[in-house]
């Protein structure tokens, strides 16, 4: 199995956490591959015409987009794991983790990678109100006793809000214990600490 990964993405930290979790590490090649949509990276395009990764390699089938490659690894691998098959709130909450990665991405076009002259602070505004939204539901879901388990929706949110923290957005932890909390708790494992984000996105080649 191989996956073409990104130390500092987000998507691509969900599926490896994942593969990890369902056993699968020893068994996958994981390749780091630089793209923005400002610095075209031609072996991704070859897979994904998109030109994004997170992109799987499997037994000839080539996959991607995290929430196909998470059902995907899901469907074939969970059986054999601790991890149970992904319900209806574990994949609303893979697509609220997608949701925060996607603002977060898109506030620091405005933060830090578009030109200066570019930038426009009410659409930064909107996207930071999406994280704010989200953070302040997840802290009430966990003072209401939302489940530390290792499922596919605790890892999409847990390493959506790890990445927040490691791209420097505004933090979810201030005022809310609960969530600060939760997050610690689900990221207390193995899989968690041996994949650290690392390294910045370059736009420019
Ligand atoms: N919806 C996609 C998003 C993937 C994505 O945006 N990946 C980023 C890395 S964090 C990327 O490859 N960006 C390159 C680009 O936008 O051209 C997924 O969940 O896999």
């Known amino acids: 199995m191989q996956l073409f990964y990104q130390t500092h993405s987000p998507y691509a930290r969900k599926i490896l956490v994942l593969i990890d979790e369902l056993g699968l590490r020893e068994k996958t090649l994981v390749t780091h591959y630089e793209t923005s949509p400002t ?17 799987l390699v499997h037994a000839g089938v080539t996959l991607y987009d995290s929430a196909v490659i998470s059902r995907y690894l899901m ?17 609303q909450h893979e697509a609220l983790a997608t949701g ?7 506030a620091r076009w405005e933060i830090e990678r578009r030109p200066l002259d570019k930038r426009y602070q009410p659409f930064l505004d909107g996207q930071l109100l999406k994280l704010t939204e989200s953070y302040d539901y997840l802290e009430k879901i966990s003072s209401e006793g939302h489940s530390v388990a290792r499922s596919l929706g605790n890892i999409a949110l847990a390493t959506a809000l790890e990445w927040v923290e490691f791209v420097k ?21 193995e899989s968690f600490r041996t994949t650290p984000y690392s390294g910045n996105t370059s736009d420019s080649a």
């Open 39 to 55: 610095n075209r990276n031609n072996q991704v395009f070859e897979l994904n015409p998109l030109g994004k990764v997170p992109i």
């Open 75 to 91: 469907d074939r691998f969970s059986a054999d794991s601790d991890c149970s098959l992904p319900n209806f709130q574990d994949l």
């Open 100 to 106: 925060i990665a996607d603002a977060g991405i898109l």
């Open 169 to 189: 957005l505004p933090s979810f932890r201030l005022g809310r214990p609960s969530l600060s909390n939760w997050l610690d708790r689900v990221t207390d494992s």
